[in-house]
């Protein structure tokens, strides 16, 4: 389990970098940005509610790989990389300041507006996870050296994949329906 979320994680070793995205409103964004410019510390008060914050574990680099490996379809594949890397097109600068940066252990925060969020939304919908895993390698190793995985990951790679998989598109499924933006970092 990983200690940070309670989550099944890998084997090899405990994870405390995981990624995390949070799904969150224009208005909080601005009201981050202005703190940030106005605490003589640069303190933005990033606190985002529990319930609009997902952990993805060290999930997204295996989901990409098997949509990699499994052809799937080149919108679909960037909708996923989208899902999970984000891009630059939001401002978000203020978040990877020090002494608050939110991303200590990874590169700067990236981020996907609301257009964005709606658009991978709907792509994320139609990727069939279960048919991705199912042409994988039958055997678990050859399937988790095909993707990338070195050890065993609790409860089995492709029940931890489906499992991150639904949680990433319901999770966009969500910002998309509030017109979210969302946010991406790993810590």
């Given amino acids: 389990m990983d200690r940070k979320s309670g989550r099944r994680g890998r084997d090899t070793a405990v ?4 990624q995390q995205l949070a799904r969150i409103p224009e208005g909080y964004l601005a009201a981050c940005r202005q703190s940030a410019a106005t605490s003589p510390d640069g303190d933005r008060h990033w606190d985002p509610p529990a319930c609009d914050v997902l ?11 098997v949509g990699e490996v499994t052809g799937l379809e080149e919108a679909h594949l960037d909708a ?14 203020f978040l990877d300041t020090p002494p608050h940066a939110i991303a200590p252990f ?4 990236t981020g996907l507006g609301v257009l964005q969020v709606a658009h991978v ?14 042409a994988l390698p039958a055997d678990e190793h050859d399937a988790a050296s095909l993707i990338g995985q070195k050890g065993a990951v609790t409860g089995g790679l492709r029940p931890y994949l ?16 509030r017109h979210l933006h969302m946010v991406l970092w790993w810590d």
């Avoid at 994870?15 to 995981?18: E, G, K, L």
């Avoid at 952990?55 to 790989?65: E, I, T, V």
């Fill in 15 to 18: 994870m405390a970098v995981t």
């Fill in 55 to 65: 952990d993805l574990d060290w999930a997204p680099a295996l989901l990409k790989r």
């Fill in 80 to 93: 996923l990389r989208r899902a999970t890397d984000g891009d630059t097109t939001l401002d978000l600068g």
């Fill in 106 to 109: 990874g590169g700067a925060p």
């Fill in 121 to 134: 939304s709907k792509l994320l919908g139609q990727i069939d996870m279960p048919v991705l895993l199912a």
């Fill in 162 to 177: 489906l499992e991150h998989f639904n949680a990433l598109r319901d999770f966009y499924l969500d910002a998309a329906k």
